[in-house]
T-cell receptor
Framework: EAGVTQFPSHSVIEKGQTVTLRCDPISGHDNLYWYRRVMGKEIKFLLHFVKESKQDESGMPNNRFLAERTGGTYSTLKVQPAELEDSGVYFC???????????FGDGTRLSIL | GESVGLHLPTLSVQEGDNSIINCAYSNSASDYFIWYKQESGKGPQFIIDIRSNMDKRQGQRVTVLLNKTVKHLSLQIAATQPGDSAVYFCAELLYNQGGKLIFGQGTELSVKP
């Protein structure tokens, strides 16, 4: 089966611009999670979808971040406007159930100049 | 609050030696821990997990030890190989919070040939 795919793999934008990251989970996985790792620090939870519903968005840094999962399939994470501190690697993971192993994508490396 | 952290940021071992990577956690209510391996440019990859009602679990060349008394988790890799070079993260899976993961900072393992 295809794994979790993320696009783009790398994005370089200027401060103030908008960027949209995409995640395609494993087919049939209702649970989709976004995480990010900033500058060598730990990987931190951003939010959790079950199908198209946001279950937990307690990790979202601020209202410049907007995540969607229309139709309960792929998800997008938009950053608008991007700030320097948003640089990092954004990971997406999916699982069948909330207690099941999460499968991670290879991440999107976001660089804000 | 909840946190999972690592004692050492880097570890260098000789090929063939055993490696031990440590992790401390603070949430005494946690009931499930996972070790992930992250290679450069890739997403975290599941290695092994352990439930809080166990103190040891073995996989292929890897062993995870859990000491709930001191809230300490370790990953032992036997006969370390160059392919084991990566960043290793411990994580706590929160069953009662939709299965989100709380990660430690990570330890970078370098294997010298």
């Amino acid at each position: 089966e295809a794994g979790v795919t993320q696009f783009p793999s790398h994005s370089v934008i200027e401060k103030g611009q908008t960027v949209t990251l995409r995640c395609d989970p494993i087919s049939g996985h209702d649970n989709l999670y976004w995480y990010r790792r900033v500058m060598g620090k730990e990987i931190k939870f951003l939010l959790h979808f079950v199908k198209e519903s946001k279950q937990d968005e307690s990790g979202m840094p601020n209202n410049r971040f907007l995540a969607e999962r229309t139709g309960g399939t792929y998800s997008t994470l938009k950053v608008q406007p991007a700030e320097l501190e948003d640089s990092g690697v954004y990971f997406c993971a999916s699982s069948q159930g909330g207690k099941s192993s999460q499968h991670f994508g290879d991440g999107t490396r976001l660089s804000i100049l | 609050g909840e946190s999972v952290g690592l004692h050492l940021p880097t570890l260098s071992v000789q090929e063939g030696d055993n490696s031990i990577i440590n992790c401390a956690y603070s949430n005494s209510a946690s009931d499930y821990f996972i070790w992930y391996k992250q290679e450069s440019g890739k997403g975290p990859q599941f290695i092994i997990d352990i439930r809080s009602n166990m103190d040891k679990r073995q996989g292929q060349r890897v062993t995870v030890l859990l000491n709930k008394t001191v809230k300490h988790l370790s990953l032992q890799i036997a006969a370390t190989q160059p392919g084991d070079s990566a960043v290793y993260f411990c994580a706590e899976l929160l069953y009662n919070q939709g299965g989100k993961l709380i990660f430690g900072q990570g330890t970078e393992l370098s294997v010298k040939p």
